[in-house]
């Protein structure tokens, strides 16, 4: 299988390499706002779980479970609308296997931290559980 030149060449980043670099600005986002980071891309064990981006600790406590979505442009309703009902639910899921290790969970919410070309949007309780 022949690669384009920029492809071999390096020259643009992959996918992972894009997601990476989204969810480092959100980070940053997120620490300067006060928020301390957790946990970075938490994962379910197993086949069919889910995954949490971010799990960030809120000055007043509460435990914050953050999705990042980056779209180069708002058509289709952009990046915040991009997070499905299904990928809600799988968030959700990770985030109560989260919640095991602790023996009183603290009051949690559920953000979004959208990446579009006009900037950086910060949806806190953008979604919540059944």
């Given at each position: 299988?022949?690669?384009?030149?920029?492809?071999?060449?390096?020259?643009?980043?992959?996918?992972?390499?894009?997601?990476?670099?989204?969810?480092?600005?959100?980070?940053?986002?997120?620490?300067?706002?006060?928020?301390?980071?957790?946990?970075?891309?938490?994962?379910?064990?197993?086949?069919?779980?889910?995954?949490?981006?971010?799990?960030?600790?809120?000055?007043?406590?509460?435990?914050?479970?953050?999705?990042?979505?980056?779209?180069?442009?708002?058509?289709?309703?952009?990046?915040?609308?991009?997070?499905?009902?299904?990928?809600?639910?799988?968030?959700?899921?990770?985030?109560?296997?989260?919640?095991?290790?602790?023996?009183?969970?603290?009051?949690?919410?559920?953000?979004?931290?959208?990446?579009?070309?006009?900037?950086v949007q910060w949806l806190q309780s953008?979604?919540?559980?059944?």
């Open positions: 299988m022949v690669f384009p030149k920029w492809r071999a060449a390096g020259n643009s980043p992959t996918t992972k390499q894009t997601g990476d670099a989204a969810e480092e600005q959100a980070l940053r986002h997120l620490q300067r706002a006060g928020l301390r980071l957790l946990e970075r891309n938490y994962r379910t064990p197993g086949r069919g779980g889910g995954e949490i981006d971010l799990i960030m600790g809120a000055p007043d406590g509460t435990l914050v479970f953050v999705e990042v979505r980056q779209r180069a442009s708002s058509h289709h309703g952009g990046a915040a609308a991009s997070i499905s009902v299904q990928k809600q639910r799988r968030i959700i899921f990770a985030a109560r296997h989260y919640l095991l290790r602790w023996r009183e969970p603290p009051p949690c919410r559920f953000d979004v931290v959208a990446l579009e070309a006009d900037g953008a979604f919540f559980t059944d």
